[in-house]
């Protein structure tokens, strides 16, 4: 899921290693890494990126002063063998 705002496109991304492991046809994941990413709307280029512990189960929420809130569930995370699960709420503090 992506929050949109005036000039900025919000959003988590998870990145899977492949571990040659397979549970009947499924191939399973090695290790999983997740980060936060802020897209620039008009060029597409990235503003801000930093790593989560899990993609987000919803939208990146906007607080009202400017801070980011990303959800975890730790979905994503749990089907990589080798990286261990972590959820919450993360929040991101605008700089100043």
Not at 65 to 70: A, C, E, N
Not at 73 to 86: F, K, Q, W
Request: with cysteine.
């Amino acid at each position: 899921m992506i929050t949109v705002t005036e000039g900025h496109l919000v959003g988590t991304g998870t990145r899977f290693t492949d571990s040659g492991e397979s549970l009947l046809t499924v191939e399973l994941p090695g290790t999983a890494s997740s980060e936060l990413l802020v897209l620039d709307r008009a060029d597409g280029s990235v503003v801000f990126r930093a790593p989560i512990t899990d993609d987000s189960t919803s939208t990146v929420s906007v607080g009202p002063d400017g801070s980011l809130y990303v959800t975890m569930l730790c979905l994503m995370h749990m089907l990589a063998e080798d990286t261990r699960p972590v959820g919450g709420v993360i929040r991101f503090s605008p700089t100043e």
